[in-house]
């Protein structure tokens, strides 16, 4: 019982946690990078170390690559999810995986130009929380009125 137990739950826990840390990691070591144009030496070597990739301007482009990027790193940890909890925790109908693949992709699909879409509207119609012109306040920061 207890190795039927160890094989059912906790090797999975285990796979799915290194598999979340992993990716973490992975993103954690891309914010790390260094910036593009700037070029240092790796140690001891002599050789340049390789810097992230040239990232679009500020505004819709980057919002779109970081949007794309960020569905499909989630999309691919999903499937590695899915595959690994099918053939090592549970054996359903042989449509499974197929049926995980394809409706994962759909949603995929249809949310990220939603999001989009409402990204677009949410900013043309200002709808972003203190993105207008302050209002000067009659309290100096004191808190004791102006006269």
């Known amino acids: 019982m207890p190795s039927q137990l160890i094989r ?10 290194l598999l979340v840390m992993g990716t973490l990691a992975v993103g954690l070591r891309m914010l790390r990078r260094p910036a ?29 690559v970081h949007l794309l990027a960020t569905a499909a790193g989630g999309y691919l940890t999903l499937m590695a999810v899915v595959i690994l909890y099918y053939y090592g925790v549970v054996r359903v109908g ?28 949410a900013e ?11 209002r000067r306040s009659r309290r100096d920061p004191s808190g004791t009125a102006k006269r």
């Open 8 to 17: 059912q739950d906790l090797v999975p826990i285990v796979i799915g946690y």
């Open 94 to 121: 042989s449509q499974f995986v197929p049926s995980a693949v394809t409706g994962c992709a759909l949603l995929l699909g249809l949310s990220v130009p939603v999001f989009i879409a409402a990204s677009w509207l």
């Open 36 to 64: 593009p144009g700037s070029r240092r030496l790796a140690s001891g070597s002599g050789r340049p170390v390789l810097g992230s990739l040239r990232r679009p301007a500020p505004g819709w482009p980057r919002l779109i």
């Open 124 to 134: 043309r119609r200002g709808g972003r929380a203190g993105a207008g012109p302050r």
